[in-house]
């Protein structure tokens, strides 16, 4: 259990079954009504809320369950008052594996779960169900029978998973004709696999991953310019801008942000967040 002045966290790793899908599960309670921004991450993540409600971009608002796909910024939440989630963080290949879903469909958007499940009421009895659970490794048994009843025989895409392998050991610094050779596939066959599968153009997904990089040396305390070095920059110019694309911030004012605003939730490793 992880707690701050601000929420308190419940972090759990899947079973065996669900490894190939799904990183982790995070149950997050806000016992205060809470705002701030994640930054992308590199998996699709699912929540489901047992309490209260969330409000993202400050349109989508999520009271039972709903799917947030890859975005290329930043992406604004709210949280009310005495709220709490069950996240699912799913692998980079999971989401479209299990869900039988092609996920650049949802990039940067959120959609509700039963508009994916076919009007289903099946959100409503898992709400139901993570509302009247007595503990979080409950609530978290909830969501782990709803995505093993869907397991059957789907297998993450290998291709795409290879390629995804290949872009974070090169910590996102890759020419995707290059990394289509690796993995035995033509340019335009992986682009066209990636984007179903991951939720993203190779392109898009290695810049995620990059950003995720920078703000990972820069939890080492490595000054910005080691840090635009070390990621691949020719130029500091092309750093900042690259950086204030996804983040809305050059790098000094968002670092400088997040050091006052705290690390009050990077554990969650769903994407880091700062407070707005």
């Keep these: 259990m992880e ?17 190939p899908f799904v990183k982790r599960f ?7 009504a809470q705002k701030g921004s994640y930054l992308p991450s590199t998996g699709v993540l699912a929540g489901f809320c047992f309490k209260g409600q969330c409000i993202l971009d400050g349109k989508t608002k999520v009271s039972e369950a709903a799917l947030t796909g890859l975005s290329d910024r930043a992406r604004d939440y709210e949280h009310s008052r005495n709220s709490g989630v069950v996240l699912v963080s799913f692998t980079a290949t999971g989401a479209a594996a299990l869900l039988r879903q092609p996920v650049h469909e949802f990039f940067n958007g959120t959609v509700a779960l039963d508009d994916i499940l076919g009007n289903s009421t099946e959100p409503t ?10 503990n979080h490794a409950r609530r978290i048994q909830v969501v782990e029978d709803f995505l093993l009843a869907r397991v059957g025989d789907a297998q993450p895409d290998p291709f795409v998973s290879a390629a995804v392998s290949k872009i974070e050991e090169a910590q996102g610094r890759v020419r995707v004709e290059h990394l289509a050779r690796r ?5 335009s066959a992986l682009e066209r696999r990636f ?3 991951a939720g993203a153009s ?17 939890a080492t305390g490595a000054d910005l310019s080691s840090i635009a070095f070390a990621a691949g920059y020719s130029d500091q110019s092309h750093f900042i801008n690259d950086f204030k694309q996804i983040t809305g911030f ?4 968002f670092f400088l942000r997040a050091s006052v605003g705290g690390k009050n939730a990077e554990f969650l490793q769903v994407g880091e967040v700062w407070r707005s």
């Design 195 to 197: 984007r179903k599968a």
């Design 183 to 187: 993995v035995g596939l033509s340019q």
């Design 125 to 134: 009895r898992i709400h139901e169900q993570l509302a009247e659970a007595r």
């Design 26 to 32: 995070i149950v997050v309670e806000f016992p205060t």
């Design 250 to 253: 050059a790098p000094k004012s």
């Design 202 to 218: 190779p392109k898009k997904f290695a810049s995620i991953v990059r950003l995720r990089h920078v703000v990972r040396l820069r």
């Design 3 to 19: 707690t701050s002045n601000a929420f308190k966290a419940f972090l759990q790793a899947p079973c065996d079954a669900l490894r």
